[in-house]
T-cell receptor, first 112, second 113 residues
Framework: QKEVEQNSGPLSVPEGAIASLNCTYSDRGSQSFFWYRQYSGKSPELIMSIYSNGDKEDGRFTAQLNKASQYVSLLIRDSQPSDSATYLCAVNVGGSARQLTFGSGTQLTVLP | ETGVTQSPTHLIKTRGQQVTLRCSSQSGHNTVSWYQQALGQGPQFIFQYYREEENGRGNFPPRFSGLQFPNYSSELNVNALELDDSALYLC????????????FGEGSRLTVL
């Protein structure tokens, strides 16, 4: 079992819709969770971090964390073509955030 | 504020050669982490440097080594290159060692022939 799993996609949504990206992780000791966005040919960019169960909202982005289910998700409301990118879920390993384990990413395409 | 810069951006080496990749951390950041990203995969942690010392290492062999300098810049060295070392090498800086809020450079694309 991979430590961090994401649906590879591709995921396509129409402009204005809600995009839902999901991630599961295997280490119950994980405490820090991150979503990075990576445009094609570019480096990852942090868009959300979440540390406690529940929802965390930042503009059009909402991160949701459920530690009991070992599940973290990212919702993008009012999706825009500029949101088209690969979204990487990252989780700390062994109780320390110094080493992140990334999923393989979900490729999102927002159709105009 | 200066972002994370990496050099070179692209390079081609042959199997068995050695390579050095360089990274300047973002202004104010004292910690540098290196990640390897193979095509179609997420980044994989190589190691982290803090106060010029290695401060955590992923599942990479000893031929991957690094340095951090007093100005917080860093180098990644890979000896005895193998074909599977072909990847994007990402440097990320942060303030402090125990944070996953990383700022990545644009990476060095290494091709091993």
């Amino acid at each position: 079992q991979k430590e961090v799993e994401q649906n590879s996609g591709p995921l396509s949504v129409p402009e204005g819709a809600i995009a839902s990206l999901n991630c599961t992780y295997s280490d119950r000791g994980s405490q820090s969770f991150f979503w990075y966005r990576q445009y094609s040919g570019k480096s990852p960019e942090l868009i959300m971090s979440i540390y406690s169960n529940g929802d965390k909202e930042d503009g059009r982005f909402t991160a949701q964390l459920n530690k009991a289910s070992q599940y973290v998700s990212l919702l993008i409301r009012d999706s825009q073509p500029s949101d088209s990118a690969t979204y990487l879920c990252a989780v700390n390993v062994g109780g320390s955030a110094r080493q992140l384990t990334f999923g393989s990413g979900t490729q999102l395409t927002v159709l105009p | 504020e200066t972002g994370v810069t990496q050099s070179p951006t692209h390079l081609i080496k042959t199997r068995g050669q050695q390579v050095t990749l360089r990274c300047s951390s973002q202004s104010g950041h004292n910690t540098v982490s290196w990640y390897q990203q193979a095509l179609g995969q997420g980044p994989q942690f190589i190691f982290q440097y803090y106060r010029e010392e290695e401060n955590g290492r992923g599942n990479f062999p000893p031929r991957f080594s690094g340095l951090q300098f007093p100005n917080y810049s860093s180098e990644l060295n890979v000896n005895a290159l193998e074909l599977d070392d072909s990847a994007l090498y990402l440097c990320a800086s942060s303030w402090g060692i125990d944070t996953g809020e990383l700022f990545f450079g644009e990476g060095s694309r290494l091709t091993v022939l």
